[in-house]
Nanobody, 117 residues
Framework: QVQLVESGGGLVQVGGSLRLSCTASESIFSINSNYMAWYRQAPGKQRELVATITGGGSTNYADSVKGRFTISRGNAVNTVYLQMNSLKPEDTAVYYC?????????WGQGTQVTVSS
């Protein structure tokens, strides 16, 4: 059982930046095909994929955040970050850390990001 803990959410002004972090209790990136990801869910909307990064270093972004958000690994194999720049009100959501490995799929509890207009 992998446990994920997110941090870094909060209130930010339009155009500002936040950096989210997530630490897993077990290794993820030691295997190339494993990945960690960030999802988000705004009120009344479906949870959507924001960005992914695999153990092999491959990244993927939703079109809505491409060019503004960057997903990256920490030095540890079980840490992932989401650098969010040029934030917009529509980025307001609960952001969830996600991890995928052979044993299963795991979710964090979420961290609230609110962008003021």
């Amino acid at each position: 059982q992998v446990q994920l803990v997110e941090s870094g959410g909060g209130l930010v002004q339009v155009g500002g930046s936040l950096r989210l972090s997530c630490t897993a209790s077990e290794s993820i990136f030691s295997i190339n095909s494993n990945y960690m990801a960030w999802y988000r869910q705004a009120p009344g909307k479906q949870r959507e994929l924001v960005a992914t990064i695999t153990g092999g270093g491959s990244t993927n972004y939703a079109d809505s955040v491409k060019g503004r958000f960057t997903i990256s690994r920490g030095n540890a194999v079980n840490t992932v970050y989401l650098q969010m720049n040029s934030l917009k009100p529509e980025d307001t959501a609960v952001y969830y850390c996600n991890a995928r490995k052979l044993a299963g799929v795991y979710w964090g509890q979420g961290t609230q990001v609110t962008v003021s207009s």
